[in-house]
């Protein structure tokens, strides 16, 4: 099972899903004017710029789950994590925490979501962040079982085996200089 989660985008995952199936969870990484927030289970693209709480009841209304992306990651130009108020005050907006990512460079980042999402009983998922194919696969979350299911994954994120590798420097720099390239060419 992989979860597919564009930023601001769903056409990537929709296309996977009809390739795939129930291999994929159809999902979006959502820039809310608070930070991101992480659809899955969506079935058609959530508006970026609304608030947290209002792009909370977007996604509930699609009957999707909520994860927190990288809650503690404070540097980079393109990740905004959600503000902090929003995380500690709302913690039943979020289904599930991501504990580890792969581009994550902020010093202990990972280790205090590990123990947030501990602290609050949250589900906890991983994130290779990929941004090419060849990222795939050194950061993910073993499931023992998953009958596909929201319900399902939940349980199992209690007790997956996370397999965690950052992602080193040369793909970073790879993808930094393909979006100077993208950009030159919009």
């Known amino acids: 099972m992989l979860a597919i989660t564009d930023h ?5 995952a929709h296309e996977a899903k009809k390739l795939f199936d129930r291999n994929i969870i159809v ?4 820039k809310s004017s608070e930070g991101e927030i992480v659809g899955l289970f969506l079935k058609k693209f959530v508006e970026p710029g609304m608030t947290a709480e ?3 009841e977007e996604i509930r209304r699609q009957d999707g789950l909520i994860m927190v992306p990288h809650p503690f990651k404070r ?9 902090q108020e929003i995380l500690f005050e ?14 994550n460079r902020t010093y ?26 060849y990222e795939l696969g050194a950061t993910f979350a073993m ?14 994120l209690h007790t997956a085996s996370l397999s965690c590798q950052s992602i080193h420097f040369i793909p970073r720099l790879i993808t930094k200089v393909m979006r100077e390239i993208k950009k030159m060419n919009s």
């Open 90 to 103: 709302n913690t039943d907006f979020f289904d599930i925490v991501e504990v580890f990512n792969a581009r």
């Open 8 to 12: 601001d985008e769903i056409k990537g």
């Open 27 to 30: 999902g979006e990484e959502i």
């Open 143 to 156: 499931l023992k079982s998953w009958d596909g299911r929201k319900e399902s994954l939940i349980a199992q």
């Open 108 to 133: 202990g980042a990972n280790e205090k979501a590990r123990r947030f999402a501990d602290a609050n009983g949250k589900p906890v998922a991983v994130g290779s962040d990929a941004h090419a194919i």
């Open 75 to 83: 540097t980079g130009n393109l990740d905004s994590p959600i503000r």
């Open 54 to 56: 209002k792009t909370v």
